[in-house]
């Protein structure tokens, strides 16, 4: 297992030195530059050029990256060329706000979606079943910024029982930051439970169709016994991996509602640095996002390995 | 009346000849004569010696209003997130320059509604003969907030450093042409002698707070760490700034002007990504104001008892530009009869809810003092536009390809634009590209904004029109995207920009009008209100054309 961790590990470093590289090239090759996109689309091209040479992006993209890689190597992410600020203390406020976003995001939607799986596949063709499935698939239709926007009109504006905007203030205990966050976790959970509910349904469908179930409830076995023990543990092995993979939809990719509820997250920054061709901090952000996505992967391997014992010892051999 | 005309210049005895003589009105005399330097109290003098009020106070719709403001509390703000550092050499966002106006201050201010200049680190403001020399007097006791006195060495560095043609200024967009480095000079510590490039008789405006880089800041500072302590003579002073977060100030306890000295306690601003949230958050009471909003996105609180919507009048506009030197645009009549098809009522209806004034296709807002209004109104003509393209031998029509900017109302107006052309046989096809996408490169050959057959450029407010009538229309404008090459526009621009009085201004635009009227290079349909919106319990919140939120007169009433 040690094994396989470290060669996922090394084959991670690659796979993010190819992502610093492709990333580099696709921003060469946008329209606009730094001095432009800070100067306005009325400053004079002097003017612009001049903000250029002394920001320094008007260097060879070469030299550019070089410098840039040199930098990372020794734990420095460089400078913002737009906000003129450190990237590395960006990356980190920006990084805990999207994990903690989507910690209470998870707490909401996999429970959520297990148990409405589980069920459905209990009461396959049933009205419950058909119920769950129908309400799962329509959630997950609807793109998080309109459910979002209905959850700001009804919970934050009519009724009032929970702050619209996703920050808090300065000092605020861990409550307050919970009811800051439970909207857009709300908004986030209705996207995610459709799939994830469908998967864990699928899994639980064909484990209870399997002979070791079957077995198991011939042998006698109380009936949440064969559920707990023998069909939930098979049927969840995809969904894990499915869920796994989310979380880096929910460190990164949330660029929509993190604007909806004016939070300050990863996902907005990288697109705000790409809108302004901030190099250090776009490649920063692709690269602990690439990071988070590699992660969650190797987490989920693990996992499948750890409950599927055919996988653990195919690794170990 | 002879006492005073002894002690004025020939230029403000000119101005007040034009008055008595029926020439130009008292509001257009006023606003002429804050732009030479008279004061207040004498232009009310002079209006008053020649019989009635000077009617320059008029109920500013550009603050929230509803009560006395009082003092103390802590006003909340939703306003644009700033796209780069708080640098007042190089904002050029409505975040950045709204974040730059809570503790800068600028030589003069232009009132919002009338356009009429007055001094706000000046006390007063004279010119030569030919306008090419300005010399302005500062207010004495200015102190910054460490309690530095500000001096003409901290105006000319501020000045030096923005108008460095080699430097990387925002400000060049304005003074560019006008003032370069060195043109700046120290006559004593309370006087300094701008020497312009070329003459210049709006230059007050151009020291003013529509040139929103243009903040004294101290001599010797870096502007690039200006965020840092947002040192400034304003009446507020930092508390906090955090990145792409937001910020706050609290009152300027030593604040120079102590009659005007703030009335809230503390500002608290936070930035948004986007406009909706920021209304979401107004409505959920989250912030009490927000800088600015669209009639699209805010129609919500425009017809909401509980919020003042403040509605300031601007000369902000988009232009359409129609190339002159590419088929089907090389011929005039074709320039015209598009123009003819456009219903101008209609789309400042649809897109603005009436929130914006007509255009007649130049540049020169009804705003203007110097706008000739006797210049008849361009209005819809689907009958004459059809036989416009009938002389031009395009009866059947023609179908060309409209390139958008996918910003703010732009995308309707395109919708709105193709489907009035298509009345007189015009096909529309509208092409949608990024703002990054459209502008390109910002030069000839690299970009689908100068580069376009046809295409709808967003354009900000500024108090004079002088770029307005130079980058986009000149020959050599560096943003003529319609490529209109006419030397005799050429020639009455210079003109109009020399002009040393009102009347001589008028007489010109005149020309310029009835001029881009017939030769119809760019379309300028509508020049749009600046909306910003507030609790119905907060007054005196002012909100500039260009997107400063001005807070020092602002309180909650209740």
């Known amino acids: 297992m040690a094994r396989f961790i470290l060669r996922r590990l090394g084959l991670a470093v690659i796979t993010l030195w190819l992502i610093s590289v492709l990333v580099f090239c696709s921003i060469q090759l946008l329209p606009g530059n730094v001095g432009r996109s800070i100067l306005g689309p009325l400053a004079s091209p002097q003017a612009v050029a001049a903000l250029n040479h002394k920001l320094g992006t008007d260097k060879p993209a070469l030299t550019q990256y070089r410098e840039w890689v040199t930098g990372v190597v020794k734990g420095d992410f460089g400078t913002s060329q737009k906000l003129q600020v450190p990237v590395r203390p960006q990356l980190t406020a920006a990084l805990r706000h999207s994990f903690e976003l989507a910690l209470i995001a998870f707490l909401v939607v996999v429970p959520l979606s297990l148990i409405g ?27 998080e910024f309109v459910t979002g926007v209905v959850l700001i009109a009804v919970l934050g504006i009519w009724l009032n029982v929970l702050p619209i905007s996703a920050a808090w203030e300065p000092g605020a205990g861990p409550w307050t930051q919970f009811t800051h966050l439970l909207m857009p976790a709300i908004a986030l959970s209705c996207v995610l439970f459709g799939y994830i509910a469908r998967m864990a349904r699928a899994g639980m469908v064909e484990a209870l169709d399997s002979d070791y179930v079957r077995t198991a409830i011939l042998k006698g076995l109380p009936h949440r016994t064969v559920i707990r023990r023998h069909a939930m543990r098979n049927a969840l092995l995809p969904t894990i991996t499915v869920i796994a993979t989310q979380l880096g939809y929910l460190i990164g990719g949330l660029v929509v509602v993190e604007i909806l509820f004016n939070y300050q997250g990863i996902g907005r920054l990288i697109y705000n640095a790409a809108q302004a061709h901030d190099v250090p901090m776009l490649e920063g952000g692709a690269i602990v996002v690439g990071g988070v996505y590699l992660l969650a992967t190797l987490i989920a391997d693990v996992l499948y390995s750890l409950l599927n014992p055919r996988i653990r010892h195919q690794a170990a051999e | 009346m002879d006492d005073i005309r002894r002690t004025r210049s020939e230029m403000e005895n000119h101005l007040i000849d034009e008055m008595i003589a029926g020439r130009i009105t008292r509001r257009d005399f006023i606003r002429r004569g804050t732009v030479m330097g008279m004061s207040i109290p004498l232009i009310s003098m002079i209006v008053a010696a020649c019989g009635g009020a000077n009617g320059s106070s008029s109920g500013s719709s550009s603050s929230s209003g509803g009560g ?129 490039l070329a003459p210049n008789g709006n230059f007050p405006y151009l020291v003013s707070r529509d040139n929103y880089n243009a903040i004294i800041i101290k001599k010797g500072s870096d502007p690039a760490s200006f965020e840092k302590t947002f040192m400034g003579t304003g009446p507020f002073k930092l508390e906090k700034y955090t990145t792409q977060v937001g910020a706050s100030f609290v009152r300027n306890p030593t604040y120079w002007d102590s009659a005007n000295a703030a009335l809230p306690d503390r500002l608290e601003f936070t930035f948004y990504a986007d406009e909706q949230p920021q209304i979401q958050a107004l409505q959920g009471g989250t912030v009490d104001a927000i800088g600015q909003i669209s009639v699209s996105g805010g129609r919500a609180l425009l017809s909401d008892p509980a919020y003042t919507i403040i509605d300031v009048p601007s000369t902000a506009h988009r232009q359409v530009h129609m190339r002159n030197d590419k088929a089907p645009f090389t011929d005039k009549r074709v320039r015209q009869a598009m123009a003819l098809c456009v219903d101008r009522p209609g789309i400042i209806e649809a897109l603005f809810a009436g929130k914006a004034k007509l255009g007649n296709d130049s540049p020169f807002a009804p705003q203007y003092p110097s706008t000739d209004t006797s210049v008849p109104q361009r209005t819809q003509n689907i009958s004459m536009a059809k036989q416009l393209l009938s002389d031009a031998g395009m009866a059947n029509g023609f179908s060309v390809t409209l390139n958008t900017e996918k910003a703010y109302e732009i995308p309707d107006l395109a919708l709105q634009i193709q489907s009035n052309a298509k009345q007189a046989g015009i096909t529309v096809n509208i092409l949608q590209q990024s703002p990054t996408v459209y502008y390109g490169d910002f030069t000839f ?58 009347q001589t201004q008028k007489g010109i635009s005149k020309q310029v009008e009835t001029l881009l009227l017939d030769e119809t290079p760019i379309m300028f349909l509508y020049f749009y209100d600046f909306l910003g919106a507030t609790k119905k319990t907060l007054a005196g919140v002012e909100i500039t054309p260009v997107g400063q939120v001005q807070l020092a007169k602002a309180g909650f009433t209740a």
């Open chain 1, 117 to 143: 799986g589980t069920i459905a596949a209990l009461r396959v063709g049933t009205a419950v079943d058909r119920g769950i499935t129908t309400a799962g698939l329509s959630l997950s239709a609807v793109p």
């Open chain 2, 68 to 196: 006395t403001a009082k003092k103390g509390g802590t006003i909340r703000v939703a306003i644009i997130v700033p796209t780069g550092a708080i640098n007042p050499l190089t904002v050029g966002d409505q975040g950045g320059l709204a974040m730059l106006g809570q503790t800068g201050e600028w030589l003069t201010i232009a009132n919002p509604e009338t356009l009429q200049l007055s001094g706000a680190l000046a006390d007063s403001w004279t010119s030569n003969a030919d306008v090419s020399e300005w010399t302005f007097k500062l207010k004495s006791g200015v102190t910054f907030q460490d309690g530095t006195p500000m001096t003409s060495a901290d105006v000319v560095y501020t000045m030096d450093m923005l108008s460095d043609s080699k430097g990387g200024s925002n400000a060049l967009s304005v003074f560019g042409g006008v003032l370069d480095k060195g043109g700046t000079t120290a006559v004593d510590p309370s006087t300094v002698k701008f020497t312009l």
């Open chain 2, 445 to 502: 050959g690299n970009s689908p904004w100068l580069d376009s057959t046809m295409g709808i450029t967003d354009y900000a407010h500024r108090s004079v029109p002088n770029v307005l009538l130079g980058a986009p229309l000149l020959s050599t404008g560096t943003w003529n995207s319609a490529h209109f090459k006419n030397p005799g526009y050429d020639s009455l621009v210079k003109q109009y920009f020399g002009a040393t009085d009102l």
